[in-house]
């Protein structure tokens, strides 16, 4: 699937705070906004920043906060926690989770051999 990546870009929507995820993608086309933004989180939570990205309308937004990943979904009243990526549907967050935690420390070739171990 062809995926589109905003590189420190500040989501903005006119009358409100802009937002700038960490990393975030469309995916299928480039779009003026994205279908996914990842925040990291390595001292404080983000759950509050959802609102923001519910103002912006994001699809699908993950963050990652105390060594795991929790994937959230926008629904009519806000984002729901769901345990399966709406934009990769085969992806589960306890596999990213696993994944990340298993691959500090490690090259890239290690976390590809692990990756194909999955």
């Known amino acids: 699937m062809p995926f589109f990546t905003f590189n420190q870009t500040r ?13 975030a993608y469309s995916f299928g086309k480039d779009k003026e906004m ?5 925040e990291v989180n390595i001292t404080s939570s983000s759950i509050n920043d959802l609102t923001k990205y519910q103002y912006l309308a994001i699809p699908e937004v993950w963050i990652w906060s105390q060594e795991s990943i929790k994937l959230f979904v926008k629904v009519e009243q806000g984002y729901l926690n769901v345990a399966v990526s709406n934009c990769l549907p085969n992806l589960k967050s ?7 935690n298993s691959s500090f420390g490690k090259s890239p070739l290690e976390i590809e051999k692990l990756l194909n171990q999955q």
């Open 34 to 38: 994205p279908d996914l933004a990842v």
């Open 11 to 23: 989501l903005v929507y006119e009358g409100k705070e802009g937002k700038e995820p960490d990393v």
């Open 94 to 100: 306890d596999l990213v989770t696993d994944v990340v």
